[in-house]
């Protein structure tokens, strides 16, 4: 069992920058790839990027690739998502989950969200 707390939301300026964190609990985190993502209102949740277990491979969606940089310390339990260059259209509720294997289809934990809101 993996329980997932986010912070690090808020309100941001566009060009300007957050870094998000996701604590885990859980002796097993450090078996769990790990994923962020993002729901925009009115939109679908959207994946965003992922993290091997090892930390070694990440993965990131077309539209945040160059701007966000996903990290994990798994002695510390957390992951976290530095945001860059933040745009209006990146205003979401971000989520952290975890997984089995890196890039699953299917998340098994999920946390409960951080608000983050990017002016024009």
């Known amino acids: 069992q993996v329980q997932l707390v986010e912070s690090g939301g808020g309100l941001v300026q566009a060009g300007g920058s957050l870094r998000l964190s996701c604590a885990a609990s859980?002796?097993?985190?450090?078996?769990?790839?790990m994923g962020w993502f993002r729901q925009a209102p009115g939109k679908e949740r959207e994946f965003v990027a992922a993290?091997?277990?090892?930390?070694?491979?990440?993965s990131y969606a077309a539209s945040v690739k160059g701007r966000f940089t996903i990290s994990r310390d798994n002695a510390k339990n957390m992951v976290y998502l530095q945001m860059n260059s933040l745009k209006p259209e990146d205003t979401a509720v971000y989520s952290c989950?975890?997984?089995?294997?890196?890039?699953?289809?299917?998340?098994?934990?999920w946390g409960q969200g951080t608000q983050v809101t990017v002016s024009s």
């Open positions: 989950a975890a997984a089995e294997a890196y890039l699953a289809r299917e998340y098994d934990y």
């Open positions: 859980g002796r097993t985190f450090s078996s769990y790839a």
């Open positions: 993290i091997s277990w090892s930390g070694i491979r990440t």
